[in-house]
């Protein structure tokens, strides 16, 4: 009976807010509802690349090798979602990721530059599914050798060679050594790593599965010489495609934000809602995680991975915004 009135003390006292509210407030780490991580530690891995350890609090899942999370960072009033490889183990203490400063780049650059020691940042639930069995290949570029270090710190395969090319000073350089793999850099000041290279560096490619993540040229080629050999090939964007560009855009109508933004059509309807100022949800920013779905009431959006146009005369309409482009004036119930 005097749990019973505690409780209802408890809750009118902190009516409107819920118990989570609560809990966060004392310990953000502590909210389930929203999943927050505290940066424990920086350290530099690359002349632009950042390594970030990070302590998760009680809303976070878990993860399995090769997956990737998104990170909420506040930046000018508003919160931006990216999406990261996860580099450290699922049985690791600490999250890790590695974010490379990209020219221009908002979040990078905050990530990679600016955050510190004690930072809090957003955390989205792992996702993805990179991963493959049996005997590896593994070919990364640049920054994309962080699905490649989840992977192999997760203890996914036991033979794996990992064929990685850099320019100049390498990411995470120093940590390559210490993998469970048979590792070969490629130095790309010299010219960029061809297919061609692989029967001097990994005579049995043909028999392995191939794992690719870096430069959209690197992932191009590599899939064509996977494809052309009968190799199976899994890959790692961290970039869309290039878009396919047709028509002339228009007027974007987010109904729920009261938000109206000019849109070309080339331009994703996620980022034109941004600009205008309209709080939008999103993650990967690439057509994966479908978090940024809304329901087309108006007009017609066109998919820039596919070019197909999909009209809200079709019926219960529902459009990814992050690879959608106005395909003239259009609202989506945002
Ligand atoms: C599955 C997945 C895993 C990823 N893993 C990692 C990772 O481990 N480490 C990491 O550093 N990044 C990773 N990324 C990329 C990351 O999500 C962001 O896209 C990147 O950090 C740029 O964000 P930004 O806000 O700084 O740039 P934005 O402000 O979004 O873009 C600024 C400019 O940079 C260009 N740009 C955007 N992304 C890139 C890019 N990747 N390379 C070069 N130019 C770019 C844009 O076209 C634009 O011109 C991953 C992405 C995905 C989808
Ligand atoms: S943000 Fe992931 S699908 Fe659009």
Same mark, same amino acid.
């Given at each position: 009976m005097i749990a019973g009135v505690l409780a209802r003390a408890t809750r009118a006292l902190t009516t409107p807010l819920l118990p989570d509210d609560c809990l966060a407030f004392v310990n953000?780490?502590?909210s389930v509802r929203v999943p927050r991580g505290r940066i424990v530690a920086t350290r530099p891995v690359g002349p632009s690349t950042t390594e970030l350890t990070l302590r998760t609090g009680a809303g976070w899942g878990g993860h399995r090798p090769g997956q990737h999370v998104g990170l909420g960072v506040d930046l000018g009033g508003r919160r931006h979602w990216r999406t990261y490889s996860i *580099?450290? %183990?699922? *049985?690791?203490e600490h999250l890790t990721v590695s974010v490379t400063a990209v020219p221009d780049g908002s979040v990078s650059t905050h990530l990679a530059r600016v955050a510190r020691p004690g930072d809090l940042v957003g955390l989205g639930p792992a996702a993805g599914g990179f991963t493959a069995e049996g005997s590896l290949l593994m070919i990364s570029g640049g920054s994309g050798i962080t699905p490649m270090l989840g992977l192999l710190r997760g203890g996914t395969a036991d033979d794996v060679v990992l064929v990685h090319s850099g320019r100049g %000073? $390498?990411? $995470?350089a120093d940590d390559l050594a210490g993998l469970p793999a048979t590792v070969h850099r490629h130095d790309s000041t010299t010219g960029h790593l061809r297919p061609a290279d692989l029967d001097a560096l990994v005579p049995d490619w043909r028999s392995r599965t191939m794992l690719v993540c870096g430069p959209a040229g690197m992932l191009e080629t590599f899939t064509a010489a996977a494809a052309a050999a009968g190799v199976p090939c899994v890959v790692e964007r961290f970039r869309p495609p290039e878009p396919v560009a047709a028509g002339t855009g228009g007027t974007v109508t987010f109904t729920t934000s009261g938000v109206t933004a000019e849109a070309d059509a080339v331009t994703p309807l996620l980022r034109a809602g941004e600009d205008a100022g309209a709080l939008l949800p999103s993650g990967c920013r690439m057509g994966i995680c479908h978090t940024c779905v809304g329901r087309l009431t108006a007009g017609a959006v066109r998919n820039l991975h596919t070019g197909e146009l999909e009209t %809200?005369?079709?019926?219960e309409v529902v459009v990814r915004t992050c690879v959608s482009a106005a395909a003239g004036d259009c609202a989506v119930d945002l």
């Open positions: 953000p780490l502590w *580099t450290s %183990a699922p *049985t690791d %000073a $390498h990411v $995470h %809200a005369d079709d019926g």
